[in-house]
């Protein structure tokens, strides 16, 4: 394997390993169903830990790419469609559906500037109370159908280049791809998701009466320092978009 992992990057080194293992599955230079190789071979071509490996090989799994057969090895493979969110995924919404094929998708930024969040979103940032940040509204559809609503609040930093990505804040742009390229990789999320009623602003960009039930999915992001740096509330509808967990035996 020619490709190899840049030291420099603050993108994770077995993220940098899964982009080079799914290109050569995508590219068929890995072609399906041959076997892939073994962890301790990987470790020593690409100078990674073991355990760095083995989390890129469940990543593999998990999205798709890859499948273990017990005392056989790991293969390779390629996901099947989905007309879902895989929401254990670093990805966001937006990524998923075009990793996975879906066309269709449009979003309307409804409002985005520096605004007071609520107090529950300052402390999950870390946030003193009344400090600004920037705030994205956004409001998404699949093939025509409501399909979710999103709040996306980003503090000082993050929040500087998600106001100056005009691509963004045009509707096409993605933000997690906008962050990654500023440095804002993730390392980590908790993700929370509440089956509840809809507020009434939510309610009208989703096409539901307020009051009616939807899951609301509420994230915190931060990167290998510990730099918290995007926290979302999305308001899913489930029968245009379901969310999908893959569960892969370690």
Known sequence: ????IDRTSPVP????????????????DLPVDERLPSELELSRDFGLARATVRQTMSRLESDGFARRVARRGVFATVPGPTSGWIVQDTE??????????????ETTVVDAGFRVPPA???????LPAQEKVFTLDRARSLDGRPALFSTNWF????????????????????????LRQAGFVIQGARRV????????????HLGVEPGDPVLRIRSL??????????????WVLTDTV????NIVAS
Do not use: C
């Not at 080194?13 to 068929?28: C, N, P, T």
């Not at 529950?120 to 870390?126: F, I, N, Q």
């Not at 503090?155 to 906008?178: H, K, Q, R």
């Not at 998701?193 to 009208?204: C, D, L, N, R, S």
């Open 1 to 4: 394997m020619t490709q190899t």
């Open 13 to 28: 080194y077995y993220e940098q390993l899964f982009d080079i293992l799914k290109g050569r599955i995508v590219s068929g």
């Open 92 to 105: 966001g919404f937006l990524e998923s559906q075009i990793r996975h094929g879906r066309t269709g998708i």
């Open 120 to 126: 529950h979103v300052s402390e999950a940032l870390g």
């Open 155 to 178: 503090p000082s930093a993050s929040g500087a280049v998600i106001a100056g990505a005009t691509d963004v804040l045009d509707g096409t742009g993605s933000v997690n791809s906008t």
């Open 193 to 204: 998701i509440h089956a509840t009623k809809a507020p009434e602003q939510v309610a009208e």
């Open 221 to 234: 992001s931060w990167d290998q320092s510990d730099r918290r740096f995007d926290y979302y509330e999305t």
């Open 242 to 245: 379901p969310l999908e967990v």
